[in-house]
């Protein structure tokens, strides 16, 4: 397939790397031929398949990657080794680095910062100050806005809304995997847990532990179950 894009000569200098201004070379999803598009550092920043695209003062540069129909608009920037893939996007003063991932149609927005290992998917949506890094996880839904960081393997998804690192709470090394068990504010003002395939509210969990568990691991996550209750309702 013919290139849909060339680097201009219209360059800027951003921390250490030369970017060039990009130009579209055909019509592509909502892009025309002719249209000037944003910044990235090479070819290798932003796919030549597909219709993703560099809007605005949107950049790329180091190993940072767009692809499928991800795009980067406002003056959000994707460096590292961050990569939009799907319908992911990044906008406002968004930032993706580390190894951090927008995926589905997750999104980050803002002065949102996804990096490590975080991970944004399927209508997560990270925005205002919100960190997602370290492992985590948003996702279904899931909400990170404010001041909130979302770290340490947790995961934040359906109605998640994380404003603060107080509004969850993450526990691992319990069950027959050991696997982490994330609580968490929701929009509605519940509380609810992500673990495993399991979502749903605190009395769910309950409901779930008793009816597929037993022994040493039941009473474990009755328990945290407790824990969790006695936790967020302060």
């Known amino acids: 397939m013919d290139k849909k894009y060339e680097l201009t000569d219209e360059t800027k200098e951003l921390y250490g790397h030369t970017l060039h201004r990009i130009k579209a070379l055909r019509d592509f999803g909502e892009v025309k031929k002719g249209d000037i598009g944003g910044w990235v550092e090479s070819e290798n ?19 940072g990657y767009v692809s499928d129909n991800g795009h980067v608009s406002d003056n959000g920037y994707v460096f590292g080794n961050g990569h939009v893939s799907d ?17 589905g149609n997750g999104c980050v927005s803002g002065d ?8 944004v998917s399927d209508n997560g949506h990270v925005s205002g100050n919100g960190h997602v890094c370290g492992g985590g996880w948003v996702f279904d839904n899931g909400h990170v ?3 909130g960081e979302v770290s340490g393997n ?5 109605d998640g809304l994380v404003k603060s690192d107080e509004d969850y709470a ?27 395939c399991f979502y749903g509210t605190i009395d769910e969990f309950r409901e779930q532990v008793k009816d597929t568990r037993d022994g040493q691991i039941a009473k474990d996550y ?7 209750e006695d936790h967020f309702s302060k």
């Open 222 to 228: 009755l328990a945290i179950a407790d824990l969790m």
């Open 87 to 103: 319908n992911g996007y990044v906008c406002g003063n968004g930032l993706l680095s580390g190894n951090g991932r927008i995926s």
């Open 154 to 158: 947790a995961k934040i998804a359906g």
């Open 145 to 147: 806005s404010g001041n």
């Open 170 to 196: 993450v526990i691992q090394g319990f069950g027959t995997e050991q696997r982490t068990t994330t609580f968490f504010r929701c929009s509605d003002g519940l509380v609810r847990t992500q673990c495993g």
């Open 45 to 63: 920043n932003l796919s030549q398949s597909a219709s993703c695209w560099v809007f605005d003062n949107g950049r790329i540069s180091d190993n």
């Open 112 to 119: 949102g910062h996804v990096f490590g290992n975080g991970h």
